[in-house]
Each structure stands twice: as structure tokens, then as C-alpha cells.
């Protein structure tokens, strides 16, 4: 059973170390870099002496990144108009493009160019491994002069008397299971900063504190999520047509439940494939990881790779919620960016633009309030004025009904609300559709669902949990706290067994939850912590709101290389 609170026992020093900066930015995804690299460049324009420091949780920059990813260069060309020069790894330009609807597990249908979507077409955009591109990012912010410190996961927030956030606390190393400080523990730093931009990507820790603390979502529609899985394979010579696109919806999943796939053949005969199931699904019973299993089984997707080897593997929330789910994006000391706020395009499929994009936002703002000196308690709430001025919130503006018009219509009533929509309107519809009700409300009771049978994995295209979870490289030391804490350690046996067959053995992907027999017959419920790739599928999914993710020791988790 899974502690519920999370408390050091025993003698342990908590005096931490300070350090201080101008600013702090924790998360070394696209947003927390931009943000990094454009503080520099304004910095200098300004002749401002500006220090800033990047926390990554993650063991290296790019080891918790999972994205597609179709990039557009859009806020590249505007951070560094020579990333060509520079090198930038964007793989190769988008050369061909396809859309399919999968109408059963062995037919299928190609979409007419004039019939897809305009935000799904991808001209002008480029093939890449995100993890590749931050680490190139996390370069360039070291060239112009930032901290990048990998390793490191911010755990808590610093406030003054105010109220107003002043920093961030990282976590303590070498504490013991029992939550004893071990005899090489320390206890954490203290980042003490005039202000923290917040870009730990999707369901971020301190970004959902800072929520809860300030109101954020006041007034806003609930966040939407999907789970998002990731693989590379290298594929054989005549099966292999750099800078094709294939994106997909319908099989497996059936018209009310938001999904689909895509196939993207990058460089060097690898071959990115990945499935997205939204966590707004119904049955308790569908299990995503095996949805992703199936849809590889599909002759289109099958024959492509039954000739390859898989080398990569990894999962992650995508939040998909659009204009509508964005929390207010300032609060006192502070700003969310990226997917911490929830910036991803859901009708482009694409997020990496609109992350880069708040990040230079973010540095402009901050800039612009330390050079006339307003560091001293003033909330940045230019922030939101700045978006809402940008191209980004046109963009956002532009697909605001793509996740509301699915949810309300279903998959194939909500792909022609896109089409009218963006085809014919230019996507400046009239309506404006709300989705007020979260992810984790939508499961219907056991006795109302049916069952799904899934297949055992053939081991050439569909895999076990425990073969992927490998893949992921993940990294946790056995003997530190648990970092998934139950608020009732009783509620998942004593509520969700009998009402939803407890469905965390299926929402979470690397089997971190089971429901095991006991002495004397008695149902446990197990929680393998170490498997866990930090996906926060079960924060969001489960029923009851039982289960909180907290950041483990830092370095911990999936090592991802190009993912």
C-alpha cells in the first residue's frame, strides 16, 4: 500500500543552501528554454546583467520529452532566424502528406486533400525528435550565459509574508523508503528568484499548486487530457519514404471516444509511430497502452513495420483542452507557460510552436518589468495582454471548438464541425462551444460497460507493458519515498474495484497499478512505483481523485533518448 502523506522521519537537517537569480524557469522543455534564450537576448539589448537559472527533474535535457513530432518553425524563426546555420535538428521538411479514417481492422479510407482539415496539413513544417531539439536549445541558452541545471526536480514553491512566490525549493536526495535521511542525504537548494516562470510541461507539479493557490481556473473550463504513446523503429529500405506523414482516426476506437494515429518517417530510416487515446473515454474496461497495441496490428500500419526493429518506446499526457482550458497565465511572482498552462493546438495535433511562442512572451514581458525596475512585488499580468495580442492566441482563437465539438458530437460529427468550420469559414465560426466536464467524471459504472478482449502481443509489432517499460530506460532508485500518494489508501479497493474494476490496471501504461491477491484471498492494491514514466495518466484519470503525483528524487524516471 502506498503512503498517504509524505513526511521525513528521523533527524535530517533542513537547512538548504540559497541561491538566487533573477530568474528561475523549471522545466527544460521548448517553452522553459525559449523563455531562457530570449531573457539573454533582451538581456543584452537592454543592458540588463540578468542571471537565470533552467531546473530539469529529468537526468539530462530531453529524457522526459515525448512529443510526435511535426514541428512548426514558426517561433524558431522568430528566437533564432539562422537555427539553420546553427544547426537546429529538425529532421527532414514534411514532403508528402495523408489522412486516413480507418473504418475496421483491416479496411480503410484516404481523405481527399480538399476534405482534411486545414490545421491538419503540414506544409513548411519538419520531422523531429523534440528530446533532440531541447537538448540543442538547452546549447544555445548555456552559450548565451544561463544555468542549466539537470537532476534537479523543484518540488516546492518559495512565498514571502505577501504571499508572492519567490522561488522554488528542489528536492531532498538519499532519503530512505521509511523516509529516513540516509548517511549521504541532502537536504535540497533554495532558487530564490524576482520571478519563476513555470514550463514543466503537461500537469505540471508546482503549476497545479499554483492553481489551486491563486484561482487560476476560475471562470475556466476544466483541462482535457489525452494519453499519447511513442515509438521508434527502424524500418527497412522499401517501406521507408522520408518526410511522410500519415495521421489517422476511427479503428480501434469507436465514434465516441476522441483518438487516433499517426506515422512519421524521419531520418535515417526511423520511422516515429504513435497513438492518442483521450481521457475523456467512457468504458472503464478500455485500456489505452492496448488500443495502441491494435492499432499497429492494422495492415496499413502492420506492413510497414514487421521488417523493422522497435528501438524506442514512451508515454505521456497531452493536454488538449484549447483557448477555453487556459488558467489565468500570471500570478504573483510568476507566469505559466507552455503545456503547464495548456498552450497545444489539439486541431493541429501540434504544441511545440505554441510552447516556444509563450516562452518568448513570457521573456518579453519579464524583461520589459525588470528593466523599469517592478521586481519588487508587482504581479506580471502583462502576460495575459501580451497573449492575447499575439499570434498565438489567434491561432488558439481559430481552433477553440476542435476538443468541445468532439466531445459533444463525437469523432466523426466533430471532424465535420472542424471542416465547416476551417474550410469554409476560415475559422471564424460564431459558435463557441464549452467542455465543462473533466476527464476524470466520464467513466460509466462497470456494470454498464462492455468488457474489451484484447490480444496477447505477437512480439513483432505489439508488445507487453513490461518490454516497453525497458525501452523507457527508467531510473529509480528502490529505496526513496513513494512518489504517488492514495489521499485514502482504502478508496481504490473499497470504491473503485466495485464501481469501475479499479481502472488504474488499465489507464496507466507501465503497470505501476495491480490488484493482487493477499494472505487469506484479500484483494491488495499494489502500487510499482518504479515502473512509472511520469506520464500523470493516473492524476487525471482516476475516478475518485485519490492519487497525487509528486516529483521523486531528481534524475529519477525515463531516460528517453530521441523521443
Request: aromatic content about 8%.
Amino acid at each position: 500500500m502506498a503512503p498517504s502523506r509524505r513526511e521525513p522521519q528521523g533527524s535530517f537537517d533542513l537547512i538548504r543552501e540559497s541561491l538566487d537569480f533573477d530568474v528561475v524557469i523549471v522545466g527544460a522543455g521548448p517553452a522553459g528554454l525559449s523563455a531562457a534564450c530570449r531573457l539573454r537576448q533582451l538581456s543584452a539589448e537592454k543592458s540588463l546583467e540578468l542571471s537565470i537559472a533552467v531546473v530539469e527533474k529529468g537526468a539530462e535535457v530531453g529524457s522526459h520529452i515525448v512529443s510526435g513530432a511535426v514541428i512548426d518553425p514558426r517561433a524558431l524563426d522568430e528566437l533564432f532566424p539562422d537555427w539553420r546555420e546553427r544547426g537546429a535538428p529538425l529532421g527532414p521538411a514534411v514532403a508528402s502528406d495523408r489522412f486516413a479514417w480507418l473504418r475496421s481492422e483491416t479496411g480503410s479510407v484516404d481523405l481527399p486533400a480538399w476534405l482534411v482539415p486545414r490545421p491538419l496539413r503540414n506544409s513548411g513544417c519538419y520531422i523531429a525528435s523534440l528530446g533532440r531539439l531541447c537538448r540543442w536549445l538547452a546549447d544555445q541558452a548555456e552559450a548565451l550565459g544561463c544555468d542549466v541545471l539537470t537532476g534537479f526536480a523543484a518540488t516546492e514553491l518559495l512565498l514571502d509574508e505577501a504571499g508572492r512566490v519567490t522561488g522554488v525549493t528542489t528536492g531532498a536526495r538519499g532519503i530512505g523508503a521509511d523516509g529516513r535521511a540516509g548517511p549521504e542525504s541532502d537536504p535540497g537548494y533554495e532558487l530564490r528568484a524576482r520571478y519563476v516562470l513555470l514550463a514543466e510541461g503537461c500537469r505540471g507539479h508546482l503549476g497545479q499548486e499554483v492553481e489551486r493557490r491563486f484561482g487560476l481556473r476560475q471562470g475556466r473550463d476544466p483541462q482535457h487530457y489525452g494519453i499519447g504513446f511513442k515509438e521508434v523503429w527502424n524500418v527497412a529500405n522499401e517501406h521507408y519514404r522520408p518526410g511522410h506523414v500519415d495521421h489517422t482516426l476511427g479503428w480501434p476506437l469507436d465514434n465516441r471516444t476522441e483518438g487516433g494515429g499517426f506515422v512519421y518517417h524521419a531520418e535515417d530510416n526511423r520511422v516515429y509511430v504513435g497513438f492518442v487515446v483521450a481521457l475523456g473515454y467512457r468504458n472503464p474496461y478500455l485500456d489505452p497502452y492496448q488500443e495502441f497495441q491494435r492499432f499497429k496490428q492494422h495492415p496499413r500500419v502492420r506492413t510497414l513495420l514487421e521488417s523493422g526493429r522497435r528501438i524506442g518506446f514512451g508515454a505521456r499526457a497531452v493536454n488538449k483542452g484549447g483557448i477555453g482550458s487556459l488558467p489565468k497565465l500570471s500570478f504573483p511572482g510568476g507566469l505559466l507557460i507552455g503545456c503547464d498552462a495548456g498552450f497545444l493546438n489539439g486541431a493541429r495535433i501540434k504544441g511545440t510552436h505554441t510552447a516556444m511562442k509563450s516562452g518568448l512572451l513570457a521573456a518579453e514581458t519579464i524583461a520589459a518589468a525588470l528593466a523599469e525596475g517592478a521586481a519588487g512585488g508587482r504581479e506580471p499580468a502583462a502576460f495575459d495582454a501580451a497573449f492575447r495580442g499575439s499570434w498565438l492566441c489567434e491561432e488558439l482563437e481559430r481552433a477553440r471548438n476542435f476538443s468541445a465539438g468532439i466531445a459533444r458530437l463525437g469523432v466523426l460529427g466533430g471532424g465535420v464541425l472542424a471542416f465547416i468550420e476551417h474550410n469554409l469559414l476560415g475559422g471564424r465560426s460564431p459558435l463557441r462551444l464549452r467542455h465543462r466536464l473533466p476527464d476524470h467524471a466520464t467513466l460509466v459504472p462497470r456494470g454498464r460497460a462492455e468488457p474489451t478482449r484484447y490480444g496477447r502481443p505477437d512480439g513483432i509489432v505489439s508488445f507487453d507493458r513490461l518490454s516497453s517499460i525497458h525501452l523507457a530506460s527508467i531510473e529509480h532508485d528502490e529505496d526513496q519515498p513513494c512518489h504517488l500518494l492514495l489521499g485514502d489508501p482504502e478508496l481504490p479497493l473499497a470504491v473503485n474495484l466495485p464501481a469501475y474494476d479499479e481502472p488504474a490496471q488499465r489507464y496507466c501504461p507501465a503497470a505501476v497499478y495491480e490488484i493482487v491477491d493477499g494472505e487469506g484471498g484479500e484483494k491488495r492494491f499494489r502500487i510499482n512505483a518504479g515502473n512509472c514514466i511520469h506520464c500523470k495518466a493516473c492524476e487525471i484519470k482516476d475516478p475518485a481523485q485519490n492519487i497525487r503525483w509528486v516529483p521523486p528524487e531528481g534524475g529519477s524516471g525515463p531516460r528517453y533518448a530521441d523521443l
